[in-house]
């Protein structure tokens, strides 16, 4: 079974910086070769951030997070990270780990439905 525990998420005033890190603990390694952070603010619906292929760094950002935030990924460490940085108070959400399970997925942030195995999230807040 795959567990994904994310971390890093604090309070920051705009214009911060934040990296999230989400580890993902499974018998058979790092699990799916996708892996994606997503946010939820209250009352909202959840939204794709960033996913990354784990095999070859490949990753895709969803609008919000062009030029400013970036995913990378230590499969050493079985780690996925989300550099955030010029942070904005409209950025304020939990932040949510998520791995790829259906079949013929696609990776992209607009793809929630794509993902499972979601972690127990990491909260952000931003003030200005």
């Known amino acids: 079974q795959v567990q994904p525990v994310e971390s890093g998420g604090d309070s920051v005033q705009a214009g911060g910086s934040l990296r999230l890190s989400c580890v993902a603990t499974?018998?058979?390694?790092?699990?799916?070769?996708?892996v994606g952070w997503f946010r939820q603010a209250p009352g909202q619906i959840r939204e794709g951030v960033a996913t990354i292929f784990t095999s070859d760094g490949t990753s895709y950002y969803s609008d919000s997070a062009k030029g400013r935030f970036t995913i990378s990924r230590d499969n050493l460490k079985n780690t996925v990270y989300l550099e955030m940085n010029n942070l904005k108070p409209e950025d304020t959400a939990r932040y949510y780990c998520?791995?790829?399970?259906?079949?013929?997925?696609?990776?992209?942030?607009?793809?929630?439905?794509?993902?499972?195995?979601w972690g127990p999230g990491t909260q952000v807040t931003v003030s200005s």
């Open positions: 998520g791995l790829a399970v259906a079949e013929g997925y696609a990776c992209l942030p607009s793809f929630v439905q794509d993902f499972g195995y």
């Open positions: 499974s018998e058979f390694g790092f699990g799916p070769d996708c």
